[in-house]
């Protein structure tokens, strides 16, 4: 049976989901480190980095990558230990609407 609130609907691609969104998360991170190890950063010289396509593009795909993460994580963790099948509706449903309301906002930033 299929999980009306899983990612995927199945708990291997939902491990691929989280493993994916990782690597490119780890990824992200090492970039942005490498950036500023190698930089003096000034206002103009971080607006120019983050804002050439390649890095916008990459920080959609991160900040993609994160609600999935996200949600596979914490739709784990309330499934194994919150029995409650209405609190559990409930933590799921504010995460759902957390992690939305974070993507538009960071799509806003960037775009």
Request: charged content about 10%; proline content about 2%.
């Amino acid at each position: 049976m299929k999980s009306a609130t899983g990612l995927t609907g199945s708990g291997s691609r939902d491990w691929v989901v989280q493993r994916i969104s990782a690597v490119v998360l780890g990824v992200y991170a090492l970039v942005m480190l490498g950036w500023f190890l190698t930089h003096q950063p000034t206002f103009e010289l971080w607006r120019g980095f983050m804002l050439s396509l390649p890095m916008r593009l990459f920080t959609l795909l991160a900040m993609l990558s994160l609600v999935g993460h996200a949600w596979v994580g914490m739709w784990t963790v309330w499934t194994d230990y919150i029995k409650s099948g209405g609190l559990r509706f409930v933590l799921q449903s504010a995460m759902i609407i957390a992690v939305i309301v974070y993507l538009f906002w960071g799509v806003m930033i960037f775009f």
